[in-house]
C-alpha cells in the first residue's frame, strides 16, 4: 500500500515483474550472457545512483528478496509475473511459470502468476496451454513476438499459428494477454518487437485485452494510433516509467500522448522488477506532474485521480480484482520481514 503525503492510501497493482535467473550457471550460451547484460544496463543507466544492485544479485535474486522490494519496503499491494522462457537461452528458462508458482503458493493473496506459450511449437504450444490452464489456472500470459526458437528470430501475433493459440485461450477463459512491445534487448531483433500485429489479433480476438507491455516504445506514435481505435487494447509502462527520473520531460510527453490518444483508463503501472524497484518509481510518480506546456498543448493532466487508476485500479478491473475487498484480506495479513 501506498501512503500519498496527505495521508491517502492508493491501491498499487503492479502488473508487470520477473522472477528469472539469469546467472552464469543457468545460461545455456554467450546470448543469455548478453540478455541479461542487457537488462543490467537498462537498470544501470536508468536508475537512481542509490537504487543500484550489484551484478550478482541482479543475475539471480531471490524469493525474500522479491517479497522485501514489492511489499515490506516497497508499496505494491499485489504484482502480476510474466513468465519469459528464453529457453534457446538459459537451460532452465529465464522465468519460468514453474518457479514462479512456487513463490507465489506461499502468498497467494499477493501475487498473480502469467504462462507464456510459444506458437511455432505447434501442437504442443496448445498442449501446453491446455496444461497452463489446468494446472495453474491461469487467467494472463506474456508473449514475446522477438524470442529466438532453433532457426526462427521471431513471429507475429496474426500467424495462423498464433490465431489457433489465441483461439484456445478464448476458449479457455485466458483472457488477458500482455505482449512486449517495446525496447529490444541484445541479441533479439527490434523489428521482431513492432507493435503492428497487434492491430491484427486484437480486431480478430475482441473478447481477449491485449496489455502492450512498454506501450510500444520506441514505436510510441505507432501504438497510439492503433489503440486509440481497438478498444481492447492497454498500454502497460514497464520501461517507460524509469524515465521519470532521467528524462523527466521525456516521461512527460510520453504520459501525455497516452492519456491524450487512449485515455485514463487503459494505462497500466508496471515497474518491471527487478530491472527496478517500485518505491522510487511509484514514489516519483505520485509526485509527478506533466510540463504545463505539454499538458496544455494535448489537453491534458496527470491528476491524482488518474494516478491512481494508472497505479493498481486499471488492471484489477482487467483480473477481476474487488479492490475493497482486497484490501480488508491483505489488512488481515500483514507483510512479513521475510518470505516464509
Known sequence: MYITPEG??????????????????????????????CFYAYHTNLSPKEELWEKARFEKYSEEDVYRDLFVDGPDDMAIIQSTYLRDFYKNGFSSIERSTSMAERHPERFIVNGSFDPRDGEKALEYIHYMKETFDIKGVKMYTAEWNGDSKGWALNDPSAYKCFELCEKLGIKNVHVHKGPTIKPLSKDAFAVDDVDYAATDFQNLNWIVEHCGL???????????????????LAVAMPFIHTRPRYFGEVMAELLFWIGEDKIL??????????????????????????ASERGVQLTDAVKEKILGLNAAKLYDIDVEAKKKQLAGAPVQIAAE
Not at 520506441?218 to 486509440?228: E, S, Y
Not at 503501472?269 to 505539454?294: N, R
Open 269 to 294: 503501472f508496471g515497474s518491471d522488477y527487478a530491472i527496478w524497484t517500485p518505491k522510487w518509481l511509484v514514489e516519483k510518480f505520485w509526485a509527478y506532474q506533466i510540463p504545463d506546456d505539454i
Open 218 to 236: 520506441p514505436r510510441l506514435d505507432d501504438f497510439c494510433w492503433i489503440a486509440t481505435q481497438e478498444t481492447n487494447v492497454y498500454a502497460g
Open 8 to 37: 491517502k492510501e492508493i491501491f498499487i497493482l503492479d502488473g508487470h515483474i520477473h522472477f528469472w535467473d539469469g546467472s552464469p550457471e543457468n545460461q545455456a550460451n554467450v546470448h543469455g550472457k548478453q540478455f541479461i547484460d
